[in-house]
């Protein structure tokens, strides 16, 4: 059950939740300068139902905790890549272009001071290109293909299969590399003492995103694509 209350305070929801910042940059309540106060002052102050706030962050919350809590590795073909659909693919879908506003808006504020910080953007930028071209082309060509091959193997399938599975680990590769270097240039994600609430909410959703394409990738690469190169040699 959840230990949010509309007496937590606005910063500690972004540190515990931290996609609750999308709604709350939303709502124009501040979770950043002014986030040491208590969701229902937060709420109030913009004339808004403190209760009903709350009932928006549980929600946000319940979905994140139900997308946390299944065990994957032993679903079947059709079950995993629809898990993978709809816990990662549909979760970047979501994440990048919210999550972009912010990385922008730090590099620019802060990237005359911090210059890595326009590293941070490049890569981001680069990583929100990438997974989204990847994911469209796992959701619309390679996914149906591995489904169509565990119901009716081919020949023909088997030929078409094991170029795109190689591309797909390759990529899965590329954006590893990119996730070494982002953790490498800011620290292991550790802001600077003096970081304002947007630097810090910047970092601790890049290191989220690092850790569910890691675990994404792990399900494709280790398992889904395991199952079917046993079936490719």
Not at 13 to 38: E, H, M, N, W
Not at 68 to 82: I, R, W, Y
Not at 205 to 223: M, Y
Request: aromatic share 8%; net charge negative.
């Amino acid at each position: 059950m959840s230990q949010l209350t509309i007496e937590t305070n606005v910063s500690e929801i972004v540190t515990v939740l931290p996609q609750s910042a999308d709604l709350f940059r939303k709502l124009r309540i501040d979770y950043c300068c002014g986030g040491k106060i208590s969701l229902r002052e937060a709420a109030e102050q913009r004339e808004l139902a403190p209760i009903d706030v709350l009932a928006k962050v549980q929600k946000m919350e319940e979905k994140w905790v139900s997308r946390q809590s299944m065990h994957p590795s032993s679903f079947g073909e059709k079950t995993l890549v629809a898990y993978i659909q709809e816990k990662y693919h549909e979760s970047l879908r979501e994440e990048l272009p919210l999550l972009s506003p912010y990385v922008t808006k730090v590099a620019r504020v802060h990237g005359e001071r911090d210059p890595h910080l326009l590293k941070v953007l490049e890569i981001f930028n680069t990583l929100r290109k990438e997974l989204i071209d990847h994911t469209d082309d796992e959701d619309l060509n390679v996914f149906p293909m591995i489904l169509k091959f565990f119901e009716n193997p081919s020949e023909e399938l088997k030929y078409k299969l094991r170029p795109h599975v190689a591309e797909l680990e390759e990529e899965h590769d590329n954006t590893g590399a990119l996730f070494h270097e982002l953790r490498e240039i800011t620290n292991h994600f550790t802001p600077p003492k003096d970081a304002c609430g947007t630097y810090r909410l910047v970092y601790a959703r890049l290191e989220q995103l690092e850790k569910d394409t890691f675990e994404h990738v792990h399900l494709e690469n280790n398992i889904l694509f395991e199952r079917v190169k046993t079936h490719l040699n």
